[in-house]
């Protein structure tokens, strides 16, 4: 039988497989942006798999506390952790949890955490409830943070044929100016991935539209 949730279940894991060595160039790859433990990612995953295997999830209204206790701990490992049990437990979000994530989302902020609860959490809480969450796309693309904005171009990267792309084309062009280096980026991969699906619309925006050349080259990048 399941242990009840605890999430020093994770931090015991994670402190026994600590590595100094490794945790020196993790660190460096991420410009230093945050301390490392040192765990790369197929000993996570599998520490991770214990984990869910030796623990029942927690109980649905106690999620948001339960991931901020691991979400706020200072190596990046914790985070990863952290978006691990948020998307383990997806199914339990709805649009009244967007404050939540959008708070993850400005809190220890860089790509890799970024690029992970967009597409793949608030993606999905999107996708099932659009009428509501659309809207709110929309605020955070208008938001003074540059990764609440990343998230909105990203929130849609992973429905293919599902796209709304009256949605994707509002919130590119509300950004297609940036000089910000994450944000032109994360325009190209939107483009880049959809281009998978449609590719004629893709080539279609970009020629109609001015976007900054990295967006551009990034968009085009795999259309022949």
Known sequence: MKKEW?????IEKFEANRNEELAVPMAAY??????????KTPLR????????????????????????????????EYQYAAIALLEKMKKHL??????????????????DSV????????????????AAGTPIMFEW?????????RAAILHQLKFKHQTDTAVLSRIILQHAGSSEFFIQK?????????????????????????LMPLSKREALKNIK
């Open 6 to 10: 605890d999430h020093q279940g994770i």
């Open 30 to 39: 991420m410009r230093n942006q945050f301390p490392f433990l040192g765990i």
């Open 45 to 76: 995953n599998a520490l991770l798999k214990e984990q869910f295997l030796e623990y029942q999830l927690p109980a649905p209204e106690r999620l948001a506390e339960e991931v901020l206790k691991i979400y706020d701990l200072p190596e990046r």
């Open 94 to 111: 709805s649009v009244d949890e967007l404050p939540f994530l959008r708070q993850l989302i400005e809190n220890k902020s860089w790509w």
């Open 115 to 130: 690029d992970s609860i967009a597409p793949r959490i608030v993606g999905h809480v999107i996708q099932i409830e659009r």
């Open 141 to 149: 693309s208008k938001a003074g943070n540059i990764w609440t904005n």
């Open 186 to 210: 994360s325009i190209g991969w939107s483009l880049r991935e959809y281009a998978k699906t449609d590719a004629d619309w893709v080539r279609s925006f970009v020629s109609a539209h001015r």
